[in-house]
């Protein structure tokens, strides 16, 4: 069983390497970005406007498919967590995803701010984003817990 | 340009069918589920115990790839919008993301409440839910704004 999918757009950032690059969107508030829709994609983008944010779902394509390790020693922590406990960049599936800020939808065109990936990146889909679908009360953070506001870590190395 | 995907788990739900189904997670707090990693991949879920919540990236695979229009009428509207100012599940890439809260993992399973997935869904991929990556301060959510808690629209109706 495969899937396949095609890009609906790209993903054009100032980030042209792996090293420097903010490693979450979170991190990177003054890193702006405009994701450009192919225009045959275009009138699907009506009505996004009146969303402050988007989540961008997009290919890690720097890193090819396959390479990944089950155990992997993310950018936030020097300890080996499961892959899927960790947001690193090489996975099974390398998808993607971030929450980022829509500064302003112009034709086929979304400038945003948060933008912690790499320049061309290829978008498989976007999505409004909703607090009240994708949040709620209270959360446990595991391995990350104390480690989210150590600012040393906010931008990758040479690991992946 | 195309990228090929295989699922590293499938995700076992009691929703048989598309009608009746919750359309969000946040919807589905009673309706629990279990995602089944394929053993190959197990090893990938060291160190999930410690998220209260995880991303779960899944295919919508009872629509066929190519089958979405770029206007929909979502289940919370009866007007139309384009396809990625919605959650609606036929779009370009029929990729779906829901932020499920864990309640116990065990060996290869992940039992989870906020089940809005169908039966034997293919999973994409597992990522830790983490707050300070995954939200921000404020939010405006356009069309939905003042629809998000109408009850009555909660679940699916025929429309996909």
Redesign the interface.
């Known amino acids: 069983?495969?899937?396949?999918?095609?890009?609906?757009g790209f993903i054009r950032t100032q980030n042209r390497e792996i090293s420097g690059t903010p490693i979450?969107?979170?991190y990177a508030k003054d890193y702006t970005g405009k994701a450009e829709?192919m225009l045959e994609?275009k009138?699907?983008?009506?009505?996004?406007?009146?969303?402050?944010?988007?989540?961008l779902?997009y290919?890690f394509?720097r890193h090819r498919?396959g390479d990944y390790k089950?155990?992997v020693k993310p950018f936030m922590d020097d300890k080996?967590?499961?892959?899927?406990?960790?947001?690193a960049p090489k996975?099974?599936?390398n998808?993607g995803?971030s929450?980022v800020?829509v500064e302003q939808i112009k034709n086929n065109m979304i400038f945003f701010s948060g933008a912690d990936m790499l320049d061309n990146t290829?978008i498989?889909?976007?999505?409004?984003?909703?607090?009240?679908?994708?949040?709620?009360a209270?959360?446990?953070?595991?391995?990350?817990?104390g480690r989210?506001n150590l600012s040393e870590k906010r931008k990758a190395d040479e690991r992946f």
Chains 1, 2 share one sequence.
């Open positions: 069983m495969k899937f396949i999918f095609k890009p609906v979450q969107s979170s829709i994609y009138a699907g983008l009506k009505d996004l406007e009146g969303f402050s944010h988007i989540i779902i290919v394509d498919q089950l155990h080996k967590h499961g892959v899927f406990a960790t947001r996975r099974p599936n998808i995803i929450i800020r290829p498989l889909d976007i999505k409004p984003y909703v607090p009240e679908f994708d949040s709620d209270e959360f446990r953070t595991g391995w990350l817990e989210i």
